[in-house]
């Protein structure tokens, strides 16, 4: 797998760069999406690549858009990256590229928690809520919910933190009808992916989705789905209540960063340790491997 932090296509406009992908536009309706191997932690951009990170993450996503797309329609085209940019650019896009189709973004992340970790741990320990769920008493760190939960966040600008809100808060941002939907659908797309990975060893602690609308207003799947930046992945042989569970997902690098003496997750960050570059590749590649035959 080749290794790149940023792409930088010329045949095709620029629309924007977020914390890992590039987005080009394609005509009016499609776009070029190149997944770097940039990684993001506490919203800040690590200075270092994770080798193959891109193409790992690209390979899960497509892997997921297959298997899901009978719950909700997503928005892969089928066209081929290679295809649409110049033969000087081919490299920058083979295994870490789709052409999309070109959506109205919903405002708003749509988390679903089917175990108590991260900041969904931490509401509950304040609250014995989260996002205005409430839970039953004595729950652990890491225990598994009675049922998966909604609990939705607002999508916060490049370096911002997002905010988890309340369904009744996302109602009022994007319509009670479109909230109500996008939460059953979150709900569906969970239940079957989980039920999936279980299979394979995984448990997938906690997932959050991206929609779009298209022009006819129908509800598509887009950005990335159930990759391991956007889900908590745990082995399952590894699992145990009470404690936080390793995980195939980019905590690991979270945790090393917080072992930094001084850095108060803000930019710059701290380099990354080659070790733990590797590592982290390393477990990128697990977790592919896990899901995918």
Request: proline letters at 8%; a negative charge.
């Amino acid at each position: 797998m080749n290794t790149l932090y940023q792409s930088n296509i010329r045949s095709l406009p620029l629309l924007g760069r977020g914390k890992v992908r590039e987005n080009y536009a394609l005509g009016s309706d499609k776009l070029l999406i190149v997944t770097s191997d940039r990684l993001s932690a506490f919203d800040v951009i690590m200075a270092e690549p994770i080798p193959g990170k891109g193409c790992v993450l690209n390979a899960m996503a497509n892997f997921w858009f297959a298997k899901l797309a009978d719950i909700v329609p997503n928005h892969l085209t089928g066209i081929a990256p290679e295809s649409v940019v110049a033969a000087a650019e081919i490299d920058q896009v083979r295994e870490r590229a789709v052409v999309a189709r070109r959506l109205t973004p919903i405002p708003v992340e749509a988390v679903v928690r089917g175990y108590l970790a991260g900041s969904g741990w931490k509401d509950y320990q304040a609250s014995g809520s989260i996002c205005g769920v409430s839970l039953p008493p004595d729950l652990r760190n890491a225990e598994r919910l009675p049922e998966p939960i909604f609990t939705p966040a607002s999508k916060a600008e490049m370096g911002q933190h997002d905010e988890n809100i309340s369904f009744i808060e996302m109602a009022g941002r994007i319509g009670p009808d479109l909230a109500e939907k996008v939460r059953a659908v979150s709900l569906a797309l969970y239940r079957r992916a989980s039920e999936y990975a279980a299979s394979r060893g995984i448990l997938i602690a906690d997932t959050k989705f991206e929609f779009g609308l298209d022009p006819e207003g129908a509800l598509v799947l887009m950005d990335e789905v159930l990759t391991a930046d956007s889900s908590r992945f745990w082995p399952a042989d590894r699992y145990a209540v009470g404690s936080n569970p390793p995980s195939f997902d980019k905590q690991f690098v979270r945790d090393y960063l917080e072992s930094v003496p001084g850095w108060g997750k803000t930019a710059p960050p701290p380099p990354l340790p080659p070790e733990i570059i590797e590592r982290t590749a390393q477990k990128y590649r697990d977790a592919l491997a896990a899901l995918v035959d």
